[in-house]
């Protein structure tokens, strides 16, 4: 079994930050690519960044210079640093985590329960 629990999320003024965690436990092999995706009401769920685990990152368009994405191989942890936050970042944000289970296992994809981020003055 693999869980995913995020926190981080939570109510900030236009301008401000946030930090959001995921984190994996379980039985983990190994961890390969970890992403955060949004969704805001009415709105399909969109990519907002990714990071491989050669830690190459991608970010979407809206977010470049504002978020960072990073990870922790040791804790098997991800996280979005968002800064200078605008209300139409407002949206629930899920983590996404492709997981190895075992040596020579198949890749797998877990999804976190989701963090509500609202931004508002």
């Known amino acids: 079994q693999v869980q995913l629990v995020e926190s981080g999320g939570g109510l900030v003024q236009p301008g401000g930050s946030l930090r959001l965690s995921c984190a994996a436990s379980?039985?983990?092999?190994?961890?390969?690519?970890m992403a955060w995706y949004r969704q805001a009401p009415g709105k399909q769920r969109e990519l907002v960044a990714a990071t491989s685990r050669d830690g190459s990152t991608n970010y979407a368009d809206s977010v470049k210079g504002r978020f960072t994405i990073s990870r922790d191989y040791l804790k098997n942890t991800v996280y979005l640093q968002m800064n200078s936050l605008k209300p139409e970042d407002t949206a629930v944000y899920y983590c996404?985590?492709?997981?190895?289970?075992?040596?020579?296992?198949?890749?797998?994809?877990?999804w976190g329960q989701g963090t509500q981020v609202t931004v508002s003055s």
């Open positions: 996404k985590v492709t997981i190895r289970q075992e040596i020579g296992g198949p890749f797998k994809d877990y």
């Open positions: 379980g039985s983990i092999f190994s961890t390969y690519d």
